[in-house]
């Protein structure tokens, strides 16, 4: 397909300043020993009947046009020399379907010449999709100019995980439209896929309901959640909502307090949920199972990701047993139990989203801490023990890792209860090197079980974020988890990366992301992100 | 001067309410019971030759009349009925002197009537910046409209610490301009009044020099600087420069390698430096004393401050005992050590200050880890214990508090070093509780020695910082130390605050920040700060 010349060779330690520039590093390299002059740039597709697609090219085309790139490594960088002439991009693909879902195949082939036309190749419109961001991250600043370093270069590139995702909490407090399309965008520059939206929680619903307008007193997510969609769509991005039942759902009682147990106890909300304000829906009434019901179905039309996630975790059995309405009708049928509840409860749900003909994603507790046996295509997802993980596939369940020890962005910013003044619960903060060495596939060795790993979400729970922190918070440590879930942590030949030799191309993508607008924090001083190699601990 | 009338009552637990919207807490706070109407406000001053309350009338003005704030805790508020009309603020100073120094009286007295005009009297014109602040934080919104509640209001205040700073370090990285004047906007909405500037450090020397045009190789605040100093002197902030030696001057060696130690040595920096790269001015040699002093005449003109910072933190024996000059020359020198050369350096840099008429403040290292004894005006700013501030008093110095343990506030945010993914040095993470409750007074009882206490700063060192999280790591946990330096910690009635009964308040000041433009990360969930004691921990 591709004819590679004699000039090429894999990318190995030796060609690493190459490897400084593309962020997830792409699973085969090869680069020559040329430098590419680029013009404004053409991108066009040989089949463009897909939105999609035609969408990215214009959205690459002016990235690319508009950038002005140089890595802080190559500050002290004169005037290169070029060999060829960049004449164009022609994007590719074998089939225009726009279908986005866990089996997407995201894998591209690009070849840039030393000169003329380069190609993208792709099976789907999304492989394109990363292609271009591969593509957009090969060309930096040349002076006043741009350049291809390197030329001819040749890529083959494909996920090692198929879902690598970010969750976002907008209960706790509220993030406005643009900053989320502003994570959407920075995802798409580090070719994450699955945008988890923790949309509801105790503090607030700030989603628009039509089944059940009064959960949405204090502003919401109205009609621009379709265009919010879309958007992630076009960057390849699934968008799999979670409304978190039965726990998490004081704001449901509100609007539905007959439904509700252990409403805002105080000031002992301890021992009712894990954060005030409490609440559980009353899983005692049949009014509760029908108001999840109709929620899910109202969202499940909204939000077309094959996923749905129902939440489950941190459910306050205390709650319940204190419940005047569950105790009288426990008493009114012996032989069942607050567990028989749950379960009945976690079954008509579950049951009722397969009708829907949806694919439930839950927290571990459903799985492990409770009676109740989900199906096996449920996709469960673990945070409270990194052990979940093998456990969970162990089971023959598929597993999404988040681990809150590696994972939890939030983490690390001390307790934010008024009158306490410790450390919070999962210090502490994961640095990125944290993120970057958590391994989840450790402790997996049957091949069948490994495949059971889906992949991974890093997760930024809300109680102390908001827009004035979101970019910082999540950037770029998700980066360093999404090259972990893209490449994986190992190389073609075996070597697995380290921290230490990944930091310089961090900091380029660090600082390209800054350029194109998101407020990543810093990861050093800059002397140590334009002099790789010495501020390392070295022991 | 001003008379007040029988419905006063003077503020108490009763009138919490009140409170809740001037942060830092006045001294002495006395409301009414009516609401007072506020139109297009005018101010206006008595004798208003002072630029210095020209220009804070006129951003105050600007401020008041563009601003539409409701605390979080009001959301549910309707429009209040007002019973009179506020007319507008005659401000009257007794001096329109400008000078701006630790001895400044700030103190205020404001009086706003339930109807007609508003008064605010000060001795200088820095008192009266700060009236102003106070009497911004009074109005809030009615509706479209907005209104003044309890009124009549009567205010008499001061602080209790004259020196309240922050520290920011722009050497590490680069903060521009535009961000370091929104932190001094910041600063005047909670009365601090000390930007100390740690301005110069091994990775960069970003101030030009004229003595020294070679230091600033990569970008550097330029003739901006004088706009600067301006724009904190109207906002009553001293602007205290640091140049850090001679420890901390890689930098320096990049232009003048012949004066230096131990320049970046790699891969074992420990041993010579506390962080890469390394570099020491070699003490040995008359240049080095000769280039500091040639580099602190030229900046105690430019910074106008009697107090220059003259570091001397974390200096490394080692980097001289290894320096080959340095050990010829202690071999052709018996008798003289290299402590003894330290000792040396200090003294002919701190006498040549004293000649240029300058306080010198230093680390405390200077006072408690060398052998050099600081004349008795030099200002000890501690970090390394909690305990320094008790032990500095007692010999006889005057103190600024900077425990790390309280007051760093990059701290939690991890190690940085490339290779090592374990805690920071200084975590955990500082929150505003923790830095609400520290006391730079503890443990000090005479109170000849409580008086030497001069204040405190909050300090932002910036390996992990730059104009990407600058807002959200200063903001509000400088504003909690800013009510402790203002307010101290103790009511009038010896009542100690807890962080429980003012974080209603601060949750307003947060919110009230974030409307002017900076972007104060968030406390906790929304809910919770419209719910004031819902979310303590209650233990």
Redesign the interface.
């Given at each position: 397909m591709v004819r590679l010349n004699c000039a090429l060779a894999l990318l190995g330690a030796a060609s690493a300043a190459m490897a400084t520039t593309v962020w997830p590093l792409p699973e085969k390299f090869i680069t020559g020993s040329h430098n590419t002059a680029v013009g404004t740039i053409s991108i066009s597709a040989v089949n463009s009947t897909s939105y999609v697609l035609k969408n990215a090219i214009s959205r690459y085309t002016g990235i690319i046009n508009h950038e002005s790139f140089l890595a802080p490594v190559d500050y002290r960088q004169g005037i290169i020399q070029t060999n060829g002439q960049l004449g164009g991009l022609t994007v590719a693909v074998d089939s225009t379907d726009e279908t986005l879902c866990l089996e997407t195949d995201e894998s591209y082939v690009l070849h840039v010449p030393e000169n003329g036309q380069a190609t993208l190749k792709a099976h789907s419109v999304y492989g394109a999709v990363r292609g271009l961001e591969t593509f957009s991250q090969l060309i930096s600043a040349n002076g006043y100019a741009r350049v291809l370093r390197n030329t001819p270069i040749y890529i083959e590139d494909r996920p090692v995980f198929r879902h690598r995702g970010i969750l976002l909490d907008t209960?706790?407090?509220?993030f406005p439209v643009k900053d989320i399309l502003r994570t959407l965008d920075a995802m798409s520059y580090n070719k994450l896929n699955v945008f988890h939206w923790h949309i509801v929680d105790?503090?607030?619903w700030p989603v628009e309901s039509k089944t059940f307008p009064q959960l949405t007193a204090n502003g919401a997510y109205g009609p621009n959640m379709q265009t919010f969609i879309r958007y992630a769509k076009d960057r390849g991005i699934r968008v799999i909502p979670e409304f978190d039942v039965p726990g998490h759902t004081y704001i449901v009682g509100m609007s539905f307090p007959n439904i509700m147990s252990c409403m805002?106890k105080?000031?002992?909300w301890?021992k009712y949920a894990a954060e005030?304000?409490s609440g559980q829906l009353n899983i005692a009434k049949p009014e509760s199972i029908d108001f999840t019901n109709r929620v899910v179905r109202e969202y499940s039309k909204l939000f077309q990701d094959q996923v749905f996630h129902l939440g489950g975790d941190e459910v306050n059995r205390n709650c319940w047993n204190e419940d005047p309405y569950v105790r009288a009708y426990l008493a009114a049928h012996p032989g069942e139990d607050v567990e028989a509840l749950l379960v009945n409860f976690y079954a008509r749900v579950h049951s009722y989203l397969e009708v829907l003909g949806k694919t439930a994603m839950t927290w571990e507790e459903t799985l492990f801490h409770s009676n109740y046996t989900p199906s096996k295509d449920t996709i469960i997802q673990t945070w409270i023990d990194e052990q979940s993980i093998p456990k969970t596939v162990a089971k023959g369940y598929r597993s999404i890792a988040s681990p809150a020890s590696s994972y939890y962005l939030d983490c690390?910013?001390?307790?934010?209860?008024?009158?306490?003044?410790g450390?919070s619960w999962c210090?502490?903060?994961?640095?990125w090197?944290?993120i970057?060495?958590f391994d989840p596939l450790a402790n997996i060795t049957i091949p069948a079980q490994r495949k059971l790993v889906l992949g991974g979400e890093v997760a930024l729970w809300?109680?102390?974020?908001?827009e004035?922190?979101l970019?910082?918070r999540l950037w770029p440590r998700a980066a360093a988890m999404a090259e972990t879930m893209w490449s994986g942590k190992v190389n073609a030949d075996g070597h697995v990366r380290?921290?230490?030799e990944v930091?310089s191309r961090l900091h380029t993508q660090r600082f390209r992301m800054?350029g194109r607008g998101i407020?990543?924090?810093?990861?050093?001083?800059?002397?140590?992100a334009r002099?790789p190699?010495?501020?390392?601990?070295?022991?």
């Open positions: 209960s706790r407090n509220y105790a503090q607030s805002n105080q000031p002992n301890s005030p304000p690390g910013h001390g307790a934010w209860l008024s009158d306490f003044d450390n210090d502490p903060f994961k640095t090197m944290h970057y060495n809300a109680e102390q974020s908001d004035t922190v970019d910082s380290t921290t230490k930091a800054v407020g990543a924090e810093p990861m050093q001083p800059l002397w140590c002099n190699g010495n501020c390392d601990l070295n022991e």
